[in-house]
């Protein structure tokens, strides 16, 4: 992996995991650990998508299937939490 290919898989995250963290208020981690939620979200959301049958291309597509997937790690983190 490129410098240039791990900055852009970081700033997909690191966009993905504000936005998962703007839709659960009140459960940010941080900038740090929203970078962390957006990358597993990213690996999350790549593996699980294309499963369902959603490809989604493209930057755009790279950066809603980060944020689905960080949605449901967020989801997930929530409710291991809670227990």
């Not at 997909?12 to 998962?20: E, R």
């Not at 999350?44 to 291309?57: D, S």
């Amino acid at each position: 992996m490129s410098v240039e290919s791990l900055v852009i898989f970081l700033l997909i995250g690191l966009v993905a995991g504000w936005l998962a963290g703007q839709v659960f208020k009140g459960y940010g981690f941080g900038l740090v650990g929203n970078i962390l939620v957006g990358v597993g979200g990213a690996f999350l959301g790549g593996f699980l998508l294309p499963k369902v049958g959603l490809h989604i291309a493209g930057i755009l597509g790279s950066i809603i299937s980060a944020f689905i997937g960080a949605l449901i790690l967020l989801a997930v983190l929530r409710l291991i939490k809670r227990v």
